[in-house]
């Protein structure tokens, strides 16, 4: 018997299809997107604190002359 491989592929792509779809939850997209946020919101916080502490280094004041006692 003669077994056509692209059917049997077709067939296991079909049952893990339905697998997937039936596990996703809306738990977990909800999940997904408040850590894409939360990841998001703590680069933007690393950001700003290395713009705040590049903008501290280049205002600092340089003494002219140092007195020498």
Do not use: F, H, Y
């Not at 408040?34 to 919101?41: D, I, K, R």
């Amino acid at each position: 018997m003669i077994v056509d491989r692209s059917k049997i592929r077709r067939a296991r792509m079909v049952a893990i299809d339905r697998q997937v779809r039936s596990d996703m939850r809306t738990a977990d997209l909800v999940l997904a997107v408040v850590g894409v946020a939360l990841l998001g919101g703590l680069c933007l916080l690393g950001l700003v604190n290395w713009v705040g502490e590049a903008q501290g280094l280049a205002s600092m004041r340089v003494p002219a002359a140092t007195e020498v006692l």
